[in-house]
Structures are given as structure tokens and as C-alpha cells.
């Protein structure tokens, strides 16, 4: 913003800024949101007598959101020590004495040009986020009774416990300093700084900790500590004081903390709560609000150009048997992105899946820009196998890399969408449907396992909306691969003893301090869920319906079932109340038939029937049931979603939920065994007779006649229903089969 565009309201502003600097209560000062115009002149008269300062000697994703949020509340921070190396001790964070080394200098050099009165505020940068701007942190701190120079402060006398003792006042709700943020008149600070001599590696808390507890230097420096966190939050064992409020669709979401009724100008990750930091920073700093949503998605986001894409190798790995395999392969052919900008990496680890793999290995390997392929007989585990991926890529002309398991299922559009977010590892959020389980965990406990967090239900049923930084991601994810390429990223493993190879890899980074990410702006995909998949079963995908709903109707439902349902259709009725409904696939017909012929235990056609409670059946066919399969839960899941509201669509006012069958069974017609049906009632309130091949091509002959009525249905349809009354009306027969073999599927509803 241009200084003359402002320079009208600058009357009005020096007012208000009298007004305000002399009203002892912060309230009345701008609010955390400085949208209004006046607020953000304020800070613009504020900016040269204030020094903001950080170090911070690499560049991560801790600084990004550091500097990003001092953007937002119009904050000019100088980062110092950029490009040095860090001889201040083993941490992967700005922290020990080269912090204060640093800063000495600079202060130094401040002390030539700016006069007793200009302010220094200092923070850490990895692990900081601005909540306000500096209009309002002044405010706060020009109102401390008798203070120069205020340092942070926390609940752990940190790094010497043994110091507590001589703090003045230990009866405050934190205590004790911590050395992650201060802010003080420059003299002051300067005197502090250069007060002894101190190494890079030792600590710089103790440090500023030892001259606060100089009586002496305490009071003629004028130093406190910001106990009440009226502006330096620090979050580690403060967890329960501080509430993030972000459903307000007024105002920007905002940290409280409500032990001392205070909301903190800046908060601080500080030890083991950068995870809580993360969390906090997905809202905070304008990030995301009610109203407006991720707005932070939308500054990140970048465009890809369609004549210089990326390269991305896209990694996948079968490491369970999975349902719906086929489909998966599908899925990877239809991702929208050219296959001559994709290196692949196929890893399968299951013995019964390798021939599908194979085959679309063959078929398809060559229209990729690279291939590889780990088979089961290689024998490599699963976390050295997504080693193998990752170094791949980071050695060679990879840009990306796209890790894809088999339970993910993703949208085309997913790969583009996640490479134009902008993000340097982000996963599309994907979730078991109706289910809780998904591929991230909104927080994690002090061993490294699964917690909830407060938001974890919000995210995965898309009550909020945006992209999330998170403490693990697993499944499916994109990784920008350069952030691998440094030194410091050969730590990153897939590998560790004891703990699965997504954690191991996941710890990794958290230590790195990469963010990770996954999002739910928009709908990615799912995940579909393996559990009771049983590769002991023929054609076990069919076993699903269950547990993996979506895949199931996709490829086992007619394809007109929904048509069923349509407003005014009508219904075919080629008998009396015999109503006839397209149902299931032909590729349903063709599996189910071939489970039965697998099992091969057809009955033998006689009145003994050791599988009826009473042993005895009265009008006996050569038959298969349901128990004898496995599919007895499955076969009345389906007579409860899918037969149940045809029944109730046209035999109107009968309802009878979930609908109860004992008699489920496939029966198998031929002209050597049981070519026909003696005439009878069945007992049930309704029969369904579902044909699962075709007249004329796998049999001839064969139907069903009802002799009330003097109607047969001879031209029945594979996957086509037949519904009808069981009893009184309904007497019918088995038309003789004179070739071939027909099979029907029949449940005595109701009985
Ligand atoms: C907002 O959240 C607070 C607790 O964080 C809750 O008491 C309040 O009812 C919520 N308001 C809405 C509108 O959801
Ligand atoms: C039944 O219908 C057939 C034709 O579909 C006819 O030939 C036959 O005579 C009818 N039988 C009776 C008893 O009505
Ligand atoms: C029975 O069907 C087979 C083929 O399925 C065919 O070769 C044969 O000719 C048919 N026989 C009769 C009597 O229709």
C-alpha cells in the first residue's frame, strides 16, 4: 500500500491513536481482526519504532507460517541468521546461545541508529504464529505497570528445575520465563544481551534466566514476565487453559485462554506442543474462518501448465488383499495426467492378487515414462519397498512422488488437484464410508499412537472444510520430493523396528518439522475397506456388499436397478401380480454361479433335506443354500436394501422390515437331473425367482407357469427379479428344461 493513500486519514489516525494509547483497557483497542481500516494505520504508524526479530537459520515450513502470519497482521519481521549454519546445539529448531550471539549484533547495530525509546520483539520463528497486530502487542505491553522488558512465560522452569526456588513469585499461574518471545525498550535489551559472555551451544533460556533472577538486573532493567500470556502464549502445559474458538461466523477464529481471560497476541509451539501449534495454525492467523473457509488453501494454490507439467513417479503398493483390485487398476489408468510425465513404481505383496497385477503390468507398463515392479517373490517388506520408491525419485528426474495403496480410491482429478494446492505433502482426505477410520490422524499421544482430535469428526464428515495440517497421513499421499534432497532429509525412513512403515515414515518428518496436510475441500475419493475380504472364497469381491457398498452396487447391481424407482414408471407384469424387475449384473449372475458350481454340493433332488430343521422337504429341487456358501448375511443384506423396496414399491401397504428368509437358494435345472417343478404354493408371503442365465444360449425350455391364471414367464432375463404372491393365488410350477442347464436364485420371503 502506497504511503499517499493513506495520508487524508492520517489526521483522524494520530487522533485515534492518542485516544487509544492513553485508554488503559486493551479491549478498546483494535480488535485481533484488523479489517477495519483504522487499525491497519495504526500499524503503519507503529512500524518504525518497533524492530521485529527472529532467527532462524534455515528456511521450513515452521518459518513459512511464521512470516505468513506476520504478513497477515501486517508485521515487517527481519529474519536473522539466514544462511548460517546452527553450531547452537543439537535441535532441529532455532534454540541456544548462537540465538543470542546473533541478535547481540544486531542490537548493536540498532543502537547506532534508533533512539532510547524504540521497542525490540523478539520470537522464535519454527514454531511461532502472530495472532494480532503490533498496534494491539504495544497497546498490551505500554500498559504493564513498571516494565521495560517483558519475557514470556510458562509452567516449567526449564532447563533448570533446581532454579525455581529463587523465581520472586511462584505463586502465579506460569511462573517461570521462557525466552521464546520478549519484547522491551532496545537500551534495555542491548544491556540484557550483552550483560556475559555465552557459547553457541549453551542454552539461551538459561541464559535470560539467570539475569531475571539478578535481583539487581531484575529491577533496574525493569524486567517481568508476561504471566497471564497477555501476549506470549506459550502452549506446553497450558493445553487446558487455552480454547481455540473458531465457530464464530463474526469474527476470526481466535485463542483464549481462559484461566486468565486473556487472548494471546502470539503463541508459541514451544517443546512438545508443535503439535498442538499445527493444529491451532490450521485456524488462526485468518487461516480458515466460518465464513469464508480455507482461506490460507486459496493463497497457496498455484497453476499447472499443461506444457511443462511435473513429474511425478506414481507409486503403488498392494500390500493386503484388497477388494475391487480390478476397479483400483482402473482408477490409475483413468487419473487424469499425462503417462509420459509418470514414472511407476507397482509394488504387490500378495501372492492372489499377482496375476491381476500382472496382467496389467503387461498391458500397460510401456505407456509410462518409466516402470519398475516389486513382486511378492522378491521378498522385500513393505517399509523397504517405499524406501526403494522414495529413492528412486529423489534420484532421478522426479519431481513428485504420489504414493497410492490399494484401499484408496481417488477421484480423476485428484493428482492435479493435489499438485496445484501448492502444499509440499498433502493427502486427499479419504474416509470408509459411513465410518469414522480415515487416512489421518488429527492428533497423536505421547507414544506415538492414534488420538482424536477436536476437529478429527468435523474434517472427516466435511462439516468444515479446508486443508489441514496433520501429524499423520497414510494411503495416499503427494510429496514434493525436493525437501528430500537435503542432508538433513536422509533421515527420513520408512523403516523402524516395531512400528509400521507409514508411522516410521510419518515420525520422520514431524522431526524434520515437514508439515503434512490432507484435504477435504473438495470430494477425493474414499477408502475401501479390507477387512473381511477372504481370498478363500470364489470370486470373494461378490462376499462385499457389506463392507464396501459403493464398489459392490457399481459392479454387481443391473444397471438400470435405480431406473426401478423412477417417478411414474411403470412396472412390468407378465402375470397376474407377477412383477418383473431388472436387478443385478450379468457379471453378478455369472460369479454367483460359479461360487455354486465351485462348492459343487448340489442336493440330491429327494424329500431327505438333512439342511431343514425338520429334515423333510416336501417339493425337493437340486439346490445350493445360501449357509452353504457364506452368503447367508449377505443375501438377506440384499433382500433388506435392494429386494425390500421393490416389494413395498408395488405390493403397496406390506411392510416387514428387515424381511425375514430362511429358504434362500440357488437351483439348477437340466434335463439329466432335475429338468422340472411338480406344481405348489410356497411357503412365504412373497417369492422371489431371480434368473442367472440366459434362455436359448445356456439353456432351452425352462420358466415359470402360475395355474390360476393359465401364464407363464418363459423369456426370462439373467439378473431380472420375478416377484410374486407365495401362497393361495400363486400355484405354479417348474417348466421342463429339455438342454442346457438353468440356474435361478429363490428366497421364500416372509414365510
Ligand atoms: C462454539 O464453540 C463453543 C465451545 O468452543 C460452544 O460453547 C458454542 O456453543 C459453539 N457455538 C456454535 C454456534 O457452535
Ligand atoms: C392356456 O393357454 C394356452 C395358450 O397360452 C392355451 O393353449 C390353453 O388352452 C390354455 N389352457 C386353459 C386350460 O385355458
Ligand atoms: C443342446 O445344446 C447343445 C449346446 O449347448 C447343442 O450342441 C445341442 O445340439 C442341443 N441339443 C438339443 C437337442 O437341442
Known amino acids: 500500500m502506497s504511503d499517499n493513500r493513506f495520508r487524508a486519514l492520517i489526521i483522524l489516525c494520530i487522533f485515534t491513536f492518542l485516544t487509544l494509547s492513553t485508554a488503559s483497557s486493551d479491549q478498546q483497542f483494535c480488535s485481533i481482526d484488523s479489517r477495519e481500516s483504522g487499525c491497519k494505520i495504526q500499524n503503519w504508524l507503529h512500524k518504525d519504532d518497533v524492530t521485529v526479530l527472529t532467527v532462524a537459520t534455515d528456511e521450513n515450513h515452521g518459518l513459512e507460517r511464521y512470516l505468513r502470519s506476520a504478513r497477515v497482521y501486517d508485521i ?48 522464535d520463528g519454527y514454531d511461532v504464529m502472530f495472532l494480532g497486530n503490533m498496534a494491539d502487542i504495544l497497546a498490551k505491553f505500554k500498559a504493564m505497570p513498571d516494565t521495560r522488558v517483558l519475557f514470556a512465560a510458562e509452567p516449567f522452569c526449564w532447563p533448570d528445575a533446581k532454579l525455581a526456588s529463587m523465581y520472586p513469585n511462584t505463586e502465579v499461574s506460569n511462573p517461570f520465563l521462557n525466552s521464546g518471545g520478549f519484547i522491551g525498550y532496545l537500551p534495555e535489551i542491548y544491556e540484557i544481551l550483552n550483560a556475559k559472555e555465552i557459547k553457541d551451544k549453551d542454552d539461551d533460556q538459561l541464559y535470560y534466566t539467570k539475569i531475571y533472577l539478578d535481583k539487581n538486573m531484575r529491577e533496574t532493567l525493569k524486567i517481568s514476565l508476561d504471566h497471564k500470556s497477555e501476549i506470549f502464549q506459550n502452549l506446553n502445559g497450558a493445553l487446558s487453559d487455552v480454547q481455540l474458538r473458531a465457530n464464530s461466523t463474526e469474527e476470526w477464529p481466535y485463542i483464549e485462554n481462559v484461566a486468565t481471560k486473556q487472548r494471546p497476541l502470539i503463541v508459541h509451539g514451544n517443546g512438545p506442543s508443535k503439535l498442538t501449534l499445527n493444529y491451532l495454525g490450521n485456524y488462526l492467523a485468518k487461516s480458515w474462518s466460518m465464513n469464508e473457509g480455507c482461506t490460507l488453501c486459496a493463497e497457496k494454490r498455484i497453476k499447472l501448465k499443461d506444457d511443462n507439467l511435473p513429474t511425478v513417479m506414481m507409486a503403488v503398493f498392494i500390500e493386503q488383499a484388497t477388494p475391487f483390485l480390478e476397479e483400483f487398476f482402473q482408477q490409475l489408468l483413468d487419473i487424469d495426467y499425462p503417462k509420459n510425465k509418470i514414472q511407476l513404481l507397482v509394488r504387490n505383496y500378495v501372492e492372489y492378487h499377482e496375476a491381476e497385477v500382472d496382467s496389467f503390468y503387461q498391458k500397460h507398463s510401456k505407456d509410462y515414462a518409466t516402470a519398475k515392479r516389486i513382486k511378492p517373490s522378491d521378498f522385500i517388506s513393505e517399509a523397504e519397498a517405499r524406501n526403494i520408491a522414495m529413492e528412486r525419485c529423489v534420484n532421478s528426474v522426479c519431481d513428485y512422488l504420489f504414493a497410492i495403496d490399494s484401499v484408496a480410491r481417488v477421484e480423476k482429478q485428484t493428482l492435479r488437484y493435489l499438485l496445484s494446492s501448492g502444499y509440499d505433502v498433502i493427502a486427499p482426505l479419504l474416509v470408509r464410508p459411513g465410518q469414522a477410520w480415515s487416512n489421518f490422524w488429527g492428533a497423536i499421544n505421547s507414544a506415538g499412537f492414534y488420538a482424536r482430535s477436536a476437529d478429527y469428526m468435523d474434517i472427516v464428515y466435511n462439516s468444515i472444510r479446508g486443508i489441514w495440517n496433520v501429524p499423520f497421513i497414510t494411503n495416499c499421499y503427494l510429496m514434493k520430493i525436493e525437501l528430500f534432497r537435503t542432508p538433513a532429509a536422509k533421515s527420513v525412513t520408512y523403516s523402524k523396528e516395531e512400528v509400521d512403515p507409514d508411522m516410521a515414515f510419518c515420525a520422520s518428518l514431524r522431526d524434520l518439522g515437514i508439515m503434512m496436510h490432507v484435504s477435504n475441500e473438495r470430494e477425493l475419493g474414499h477408502l475401501v475397506n479390507p477387512e473381511t475380504f477372504d481370498i478363500t472364497r470364489t470370486h470373494p469381491d461378490v462376499y462385499q456388499v457389506l463392507d464396501n457398498k459403493l464398489e459392490w452396487e457399481k459392479r454387481y447391481l443391473h444397471v438400470d436397478y435405480a431406473v426401478n424407482f423412477e417417478e411414474g414408471r411403470e412396472h412390468l407384469m407378465p402375470c397376474p401380480d407377477v412383477y418383473w424387475f431388472p436387478m443385478m449384473s450379468m457379471r453378478f449372475c455369472n460369479e454367483w454361479i460359479a461360487i455354486m458350481e465351485a462348492f459343487g454340493q448340489w442336493s440330491d433332488g429327494s424329500n431327505n433335506d438333512k439342511r431343514l430343521e425338520s429334515g423333510y422337504e416336501a417339493v425337493p429341487t437340486r439346490d445350493i443354500h445360501m449357509s452353504q456358501v457364506g452368503l447367508e448375511r449377505q443375501w438377506l443384506h440384499i433382500l433388506k436394501e435392494y429386494v425390500r423396496p421393490l416389494q413395498e414399491m408395488v405390493f ?27 406344481p405348489h404354493h410356497d411357503s412365504s408371503t412373497y417369492t422371489i425367482n431371480l434368473a442367472l442365465n440366459t434362455p436359448h444360449v445356456d439353456y432351452e425350455g425352462g420358466g415359470c407357469h402360475f395355474l390360476r391364471y393359465n401364464c407363464s414367464v418363459r423369456n426370462t432375463k439373467p439378473g431380472w427379479l420375478l416377484m410374486h404372491p407365495g401362497r393361495l393365488t400363486h400355484y405354479h410350477e417348474g417348466l421342463l428344461v429339455t438342454n442346457g442347464t438353468r440356474y435361478i436364485m429363490i428366497s421364500f420371503v416372509d414365510p
Not at 87 to 100: D, F, H, P, R, S
Not at 652 to 678: A, C, K, T, W
Request: glycine letters at 12%; proline letters at 5%.
Open 652 to 678: 403397496i401397504g406390506y411392510y416387514h422390515n428387515p424381511p425375514v428368509s430362511i429358504m434362500n437358494f440357488v437351483v439348477r435345472y437340466r434335463p439329466d437331473e432335475q429338468p422340472s417343478l411338480r
Open 76 to 123: 515487517d519481521v527481519e529474519v536473522l541468521g539466514k544462511g548460517k549454519t546452527w553450531t547452537g546445539g543439537n535441535m532441529n529448531y532455532a534454540g541456544g546461545g548462537q540465538k543470542i550471539n546473533i541478535l547481540k549484533e544486531k542490537l548493536g547495530e540498532l543502537m547506532k541508529t534508533e533512539d532510547k525509546d524504540h521497542i525490540v520483539l523478539f520470537t
